[in-house]
């Protein structure tokens, strides 16, 4: 058979290269002439046929996908929690426990109870802050002076300050908490007497106090978790002036109770 010129593979050329180009990845397109050119007749087979080679992608480049790649990755792992957390940074939370009496307030002042609700606005990955009313209550140790008559001591008001929350609970169920704030309270001594139905009751001013606390928070579901703690709280509590002069007590007491922590 007559041979054929440079100029007359041309076509053949385009044809072989069009089908290499649409059936195969370039990636695969040498084996595929191979296997093209082994199975086409004797006097094609001389024919240069350009195959396009496989684009080699610079080593920086390389080295910048080996590093942009985990960190997308972990964006992405973190992002699940976050998309799962409430949209409203605002949480509620109902405590109650037993109060005890310290310092001089626990002179003639028995062991009581409180119980109280708060609110919480996150205002930091770990921080919120949060504010509230308590009610504590005292029973009296038996008094000659007051045999007969039913007695106890209140004391509550309205308290506003910040929690710390040691972010461990996404990996153990349980996180610490600390927190610190201002009290402004009232402190009322009541007396009764059951058979007159008689009352009298002997108010103090509204003071400025403290409070510090600190627990545990336990995840028991997605958004719900108990939060056992121990306070301290303290403030000034001023009755007035009488004969022997102002009638100021330091009401101190610890508070051990367990609250409920909701977010909303």
């Known amino acids: 058979m007559p041979g054929v010129s440079r100029d007359a593979s041309a076509p053949l050329r385009e044809t072989i290269f069009s089908e290499l180009h649409f059936v195969a990845p370039l990636a695969d397109s040498r084996l595929l002439f191979q296997n093209y050119a082994a199975a086409a007749p004797i006097w094609c087979r001389g024919i240069n046929v350009l195959v396009p080679q496989p684009t080699q992608v610079p080593d920086d480049v390389m080295q910048i996908r080996k590093l942009v790649a985990p960190a997308l990755l972990l964006g992405a792992a973190l992002a699940q929690p976050a998309r799962a957390q409430s949209v409203l940074p605002l949480s509620v939370e109902a405590r109650g426990g037993v109060a005890i009496p310290t310092g001089d307030f626990d002179d003639g002042t028995g062991l009581g109870f409180s119980v109280g609700g708060t609110v919480f606005f996150r205002a930091a990955p770990m921080v919120s802050v949060y504010g509230g009313f308590e009610h504590a209550q005292f029973t009296t ?83 719900i978790s108990i939060t056992p703690g121990v306070r301290y709280r303290s403030h000034k509590a001023d009755f007035g002036d009488t004969e022997d002069g102002p009638a100021e007590v330091d009401v101190n007491h610890f508070t051990v109770d367990l609250g409920v922590h909701i977010r909303l």
Do not use: M, Q
């Open 141 to 223: 140790d038996d008094d000659d002076d007051l045999e007969g008559l039913d007695a106890d001591i209140t004391d509550n008001g309205f308290r506003l300050g910040a929690r710390f929350d040691v972010p461990f609970g996404s990996l153990t169920g349980v996180s610490p908490w600390v927190e610190g704030g201002a009290t402004f309270n009232r402190t009322s001594f009541n007396v009764s007497d059951d058979e007159s139905g008689a009352s009298v009751g002997i108010d103090s001013d509204r003071s400025v106090g403290f409070e510090v606390g600190a627990g545990l928070s336990f995840n028991v579901a997605p958004r």
